[in-house]
């Protein structure tokens, strides 16, 4: 379904001393229009997207995944981590509706490269996948690029490290500035102010010799000059998750926050000032529990609102704001699960009883050790038609969410995009629940467009012994 038609070089100059990055290249693609102002990061019009998180290398696999209702042009364009080192472009062609899955060290494999995919027509959208034995992370990529960038969840609290990526795709330098917001309100570092990114290039800064030992970090990210995409990576010993960053909204949905037995989160932070009420649904299988957490934010300091002690997964959530806030999900292996159901063992007790006396001995026990850390971005807005492109593993079980809010039945059609015809699935999601749709693996599906008679937000799930992954669908406007 999909046929090669070029390999170009083209040349990239440049360096930034503080973090490793890709060289300036003196000519490239016509990057598409910059949306400025969409809060969602992503619309599934004939656009260019921007994919920060792209690695081929000896451990680390990535997959961009492409789908589309039409038949359209591919240009992709992989950038070099090293200097003076010109990038790979690649390009093909897509019949629609259908999806693929490109899998980059195919391509080329060198390490980190982030990737800029051009698209001629569309509806159209663009995820990207890592893997590894014990990795599995990704997320959908970015179209629109406002000027202030939201990004919360990030740790440093100990065994969990956050990076910050900040990919500068387009041929002009980049001036940035980072602002870092923990639980002890406004974190000033003075490396964050001006932060050069060279044109075609990227930085990546891991936030733990700045702002060691934080439980909770949010950040805003500015360009002075230029515009940059970044990109949030948090990773402990059990996995590895990544995400986009957002502009702000009053409103977010979550259709799935807790997938492969792992303890959700909602990380907020608040980008209208003082006082900020936020109010959390949660959407289940059977109903909407109205109004389960309720607090107040400031605009100084970001907050944690855990969601496991509400309802039994699965479930999605809504996020109910009095001023524009930034959100995100994250979910990670249970901590009561260390030496527990999915922890790493240990030692218990077993308790003898006879006619005589009762004895006690301490033996082994061995428990499975658990991977997992997941986390993604909501959908600012609900809308009637979505493009999801999406993977599956062997091993792994892959679902697709559909989140209904509204007051009505809302009736559900998904169209597989594949590289074989498929025929729909019709679903029915009722008012204030939640639906999930198993995705069967080895049949080539690389993503759905999902049609409904009412407004209703979507996302998927992968999950299984690399690790998890929860990704964002991409709504049609």
Known sequence: MRK?????????????GLMQIAPVAPTGPEFGDVDATDPEGAVASPSVWYCPWVEAGDVVDTSLLISSEVTIDVDMTLLDPIAN??????????????????????????????????VSDGPAAVASLQRADALV???????????????????????????????????????????AYSEFNLDLVPEFDDIDVAGRSWTTIDMEPFLPFRDELAFTIESSTGLVIPALIRSDERGEAMWPGTAPSQTWDFPVVAAGGLEPF???????????????DVVTETGTVFGAREITIDASAPA?????????????????????????????????????????GGEGEITTTTS?????TT????????????????????SSKWIVPLDTLLESETTLWVMNNTDGPAMVSLLPLA???LPAIEVTVESGTVVGVPVDVGVGTFGFTVTADRSVSVAWDISGPRGVAIVAGIAIL
């Not at 509400?310 to 959100?327: C, E, K, L, N």
């Open 85 to 118: 080192t010109d990038p790979t472009e690649f390009s093909f062609n897509l019949f629609g509706p259908g999806g693929t899955r490109i899998d980059v060290g195919n391509v080329v494999r060198r390490g980190e490269s982030p990737t800029v995919v051009e």
């Open 356 to 360: 005589d006396e009762s004895s006690t």
């Open 304 to 344: 944690l609102i855990p969601l496991a002690d509400i309802a039994a997964p699965p479930f999605g959530v809504r996020v109910r704001a009095s001023g524009p806030i930034a959100a995100s999900s994250f979910a990670v292996v249970p901590t009561g699960g260390e030496g527990g159901e999915g922890g790493e």
């Open 363 to 382: 033996v082994a026990t061995e428990q499975e050790f658990m991977r997992g850390l997941a986390g993604t971005v909501g959908a600012p807005s609900t």
């Open 266 to 280: 909602l990380a907020v932070m608040s980008a209208g000032g003082d006082g900020i009420t936020v109010t959390v």
């Open 419 to 421: 590289e074989t015809e």
């Open 137 to 179: 992370a990704g997320d959908r990529c970015t179209v629109s690029v406002p000027k202030v960038w939201y990004l919360t969840g990030g740790s440093t609290k100990t065994g969990t490290f956050t990076e910050i990526r900040l990919f500068n795709p387009f041929a002009d330098n980049a001036e940035v500035s980072i602002t």
């Open 4 to 16: 090669v038609l070029l390999l170009v070089l083209a040349g990239f100059v440049g360096i930034v």
